[in-house]
């Protein structure tokens, strides 16, 4: 056998491995479709028509905290924190904690809000940097605000989990929109099961969206190629990607925009790890396996309402950041806790969750990229039929349009958000052209996000947000 | 069969399935927008028929006609959107009219249905619009979760003594029903609980107390006083907190000398608790029994026992000022702590 030769059987079994892959992930991913839709129609069925007034004017409902990190946030803090305020909850703390702010966040929250020095008792289980002051609003004495030294996210999260006294802590991010009657949506796992540590909601683009007074008051499709990807990447992956997990083993991602957790077992677990640019995997994880190691609740409950609207990157550059961040923090959490592997003893989450994420979320954008190279390769060596070469690229990058657009009839039968023809049809055409450049990229930055991750980079990268002004309905 | 041939009928299925979703998006959305454009009307003029019922007890003929004339699904819609927020006379007479135009039979139906979807949907209906008296209560078994808590919810709306008894013996079983329905409805039924509940904790302990314990202290009636007395020697560490905080809620004379040896509790929980409960009835005499809470070696039992030491004011703000010098430094850390809270009665009320 010569050298040509040789490649060219390399190539070809190197396809017929990239084939046997895509069958696995399609069949899995078409698996998670259906436990996905048979779970929206249950929770459609149980949440619609459900009396949620109940829940107000309960006083056996839980206590939430809010835990809401600030740094450098003067211009929009008070506007956030009201809306936090406002939401329709009957036991509700808010706990916004600045983080070292170098702007006037802390001086605008105390003319605001009237602030007071206060001097609770409460005890530093959990490290975080220093607390240079505390303070209780006298117009709403449910605010709370925590002013510290510079610590990064997780370290604000930290301080905000000591001092927080709910039964439950919501950590969100400062720029996050949330819909008003959220948390009574969020709490119902809580309620009705006796397994759940954790729940989380889906998170929405806001990108286009009418915003009054901090709330989106009408969804519409973004006009723009990159964010209009990412509003169906968004609904695909929060309305079949972690919904269809809550039947096959229960998830592994809260979004650290808006997630509610048992404090408790926040607590008991060290609260957020700081070490790491995906501590919001990372402490659902934890939670997780502490859940499975003490016999307590373990399970990540996944609630398809949407809860909360974020703005996403409209920027190639941004973009690339943030998805470079993600896959680094995928990688490192799932390093962390690479025991769960294939553990019986963690149940379904380290028989079969753990290593989807490994074998899938991890290593496709590797898959993909061998993939796509072999062909290449493979047609230039004339070693693959072209006619088949293209059919399969049709076939692999048509199935990930079907599953959107599976996922938009989910977005219809069960919550209307997009109510215009216009909007609908935007996001068809988002569905589309998605397969086409925008995939291809995020499997470049996720490649990148693996590159970096090796070389040891714990970098956030910043984010450039344009604020929601522009949407903003005066 | 050949690759290509394979790839290409994938593909065809692919743009089947790609053309039908595509028809069932547009189709839907065509659809409902139709539905809710043919049915503005009609919602709004039963709407006011439904107001008009609540305002002079009675529809009028064309009313009740246009009411029995609607779909089903949009009666249901007009009923269950107003009768929540509608309590007394309003609702009892809107329920009348929910069973004159059929609708409860409808609900009635739905609750005997072999699908748990139907029964989830009738007992729900049941619960709003009132009826069900025959079959709601076996539901309360039922095989489905979500329709078990709607049974607790419609049980909430008939509470007979049985049915209270029923929903006391479910307290325990938080698989089945999860830890809200059965405590709200129960707290909200306040009265007609009290009764059930001392039955039920004068028999049970342990962990099927805990949850009948939460419940009491949400109610804090004095007829639990001597079931909490009881339960606070429970062999239990959770259920002695609960029942110190019932009988801190409650309180006797008898109770003092109760809590005032739970103190010295060997769990941290259930010293904690005691502490809070004394602090809470003012008892000013504990003062001296509270103090050594102070180097207590738990947390919780040191914070919880200053706390209940200001409660107790001059004679525990005496003991925390001695604190203050005591020579465990955890002591007069905590007496630190307690001392510096906002003092006046002035901040008091702001706080």
């Not at chain 1, 969750?353 to 954008?365: K, T």
């Not at chain 2, 302990?205 to 004095?222: N, Q, S, T």
């Amino acid at each position: 056998m010569d050298v040509g030769q040789f490649v060219e059987l390399v190539l070809v079994r190197l396809e017929t491995a990239i084939l046997v892959y895509f069958l696995l992930v399609n069949g899995w991913y078409l698996l998670l479709l259906v436990s996905a839709g048979y779970e929206m129609r249950e929770y459609v069925l149980l949440a619609r028509g459900r009396a949620r007034w109940r829940l107000m004017g309960s006083r056996a409902a839980p206590s939430i905290s809010m835990l809401a990190p600030a740094y450098n946030e003067a211009a929009t803090i008070s506007e956030s924190v009201r809306g936090l305020l406002a939401l329709y909850y009957p036991n509700l703390e808010v706990v916004v904690v600045n983080d070292g702010s170098r702007d006037e966040t802390v001086q605008v929250l105390m003319d605001t809000f009237d602030l007071a020095p206060i001097h609770p008792i409460y005890q530093k289980r959990i490290r975080s940097k220093d607390i240079v002051g505390l303070y209780r609003s006298r117009l709403h004495p449910n605010l709370v605000v925590v002013d510290k030294v510079n610590g990064g996210k997780a370290d604000a999260l930290n301080a905000g989990l000591n001092l927080a006294t709910g039964d439950l802590v919501c950590a969100i991010d400062a720029d996050t929109l949330i819909e008003a009657d959220s948390l009574q949506r969020m709490v119902g796992p809580f309620l009705h099961r006796n397994d759940v540590v954790a729940a989380g909601g889906t998170i929405r683009i806001a990108n286009g969206s009418i915003v009054e007074n901090g709330r989106v008051t009408q969804a519409r499709a973004p006009r723009a190629l990159i964010p209009g990807c990412q509003v169906v990447e968004y609904l695909r992956a929060f309305l079949f990607g972690r919904l269809g997990w809550n039947r096959l083993g229960g998830n592994l991602i809260i979004s650290g925009a808006f997630g509610l957790f048992d404090r408790q077992a926040m607590m008991t677990a060290g609260g957020y790890e700081h070490d790491t640019v995906g501590e919001d995997m990372e402490i659902a994880l934890r939670l997780r396996r502490a859940g499975y190691e003490t016999k307590g609740p373990h399970q990540i409950a996944f609630v398809p309402d949407p809860v909360a609207w974020t703005e996403a990157p409209e920027s190639r550059r941004v973009l690339g950041r943030q998805r470079d961040r993600w896959h680094r923090g995928l990688a490192d959490v799932l390093w962390r806790h690479r025991g769960v592997m294939f553990n019986p003893r963690y149940g379904t989450m380290g028989m079969v969750v753990y290593p989807y994420f490994v074998i899938v979320e991890l290593m496709a954008p590797i898959v993909e990229f061998i993939g796509l190279l072999g062909l290449v390769l493979g047609l230039a060596m004339g070693a693959i039929n072209l006619p088949f070469a293209i059919l399969f690229f049709l076939v692999a990058y048509g199935l990930g349009a079907v599953m959107t657009l599976m996922t938009l009839v989910m977005e219809e039968m069960s919550f209307q958000r997009y109510d215009t023809f216009t909007d609908r049809a935007l996001l068809v055409l988002w569905a589309l052209l998605e397969n086409v450049g925008y995939r291809q990229l995020t499997v470049f930055w996720r490649l990148q996000g693996i590159w970096k991750y090796l070389r040891g980079s714990k970098s956030w990268g910043a984010m450039e947000r344009k604020g929601f002004a522009a949407a903003v309905k005066k | 069969m050949d690759p290509v041939q394979l790839v290409r009928s994938v593909l065809l299925i692919e743009i089947i399935a790609f053309a039908g979703a595509l028809a069932v998006f547009f189709g839907h959305a065509v659809v409902s927008n139709a539905r809710e454009r043919r049915w503005a009307v009609a919602t709004a003029r039963g709407r006011r028929a439904l107001m008009e019922v609540v305002r002079t007890g009675r529809p009028t003929k064309a009313d009740e006609a246009l009411l029995r004339g609607l779909p089903t699904r949009l009666k249901v819609r007009l009923f269950t959107e107003l009768i929540p927020s509608i309590s007394g006379q309003g609702r009892a007479q809107l329920g009348a009219l929910a069973r004159e135009i059929g609708l409860v039979p409808v609900a009635e139906r739905l609750a005997r249905s072999r699908s748990w979807r139907d029964r989830l949907l009738g007992v729900r209906l049941l619960a709003t619009i009132g009826g069900g008296l025959d079959i709601v209560p076996a539901l309360l078994d039922d095989g489905h979760s979500g329709v078990r808590a709607e049974a607790v919810e419609w049980a909430g709306e008939h509470p007979t003594p049985e049915i209270v008894e029923r929903l006391v013996g479910l307290l325990p079983a938080t698989d089945c029903y999860g830890r809200f329905v059965v405590r709200d409805t129960l707290l909200r039924l306040r009265a007609a609980t009290i009764g059930p509940l001392v039955r039920y904790l004068e028999t049970h302990d342990g962990a099927a107390a805990e949850p009948a314990l939460d419940v009491a202290a949400g109610i804090a009636h004095p007829a639990f006083s001597a079931v909490a007395l009881r339960l606070c020697h429970d062999p239990d560490a959770p259920v002695r907190a609960r029942a110190a905080a019932l009988a801190g809620a409650i309180g006797s004379e008898e109770a003092m000398g109760v809590l005032q040896r739970m103190v010295h509790d060997d769990d941290a929980g259930v010293r904690a608790a005691a502490a809070a409960a004394l602090g809470r009835l003012g008892h000013w005499p504990s003062a001296a029994v509270i103090a050594p809470l102070l180097r207590d070696r738990a947390w919780i039992v040191r914070s919880q026992g200053a706390l209940a030491l200001r409660g107790l004011g001059s004679p525990g703000h005496l003991y925390l000022r001695r604190g203050l010098t005591d020579e465990d430094p955890f002591a007069a850390d905590i007496s630190r702590q307690v001392l510096d809270l906002p003092e006046s009665s002035a901040e008091r009320e702001r706080w």
